[in-house]
């Protein structure tokens, strides 16, 4: 399947998130979820920083670590940068919890 986004081109690649050459990934049970038989912390890392971009809410409520990741992607106005990984939560909102959430998502 190929997707035409913009002027971009974007091909589906078959074998996940460590299909593309120089990623790397793992999956545990972390305890968001209670069955522990589920997966439901991930880590992506390059092998060394790559370009990275993200689409966040415009919602003024948003959660830690949706504030926190869109200013480590220069800003809601900029919204790409360098990445050296991605932190993948399942099972856990992490929304409405003020001072303490944000010190977590940094």
Known sequence: MNIELFDIKIRAVEGGVTAAAGFKATGIHAGFRKNPERLDYALVVPDKPCPGAGVFTTNRFCA?????????????????????????????????????GLACAR
């Open 64 to 100: 830690a670590p949706v504030q926190v990741s869109r200013a480590n992607l220069g800003g809601a106005d900029k919204g790409y940068g360098v990445i050296a990984g991605v932190s993948v939560n399942s099972g856990n909102a992490n929304a409405a919890t003020g001072e303490t």
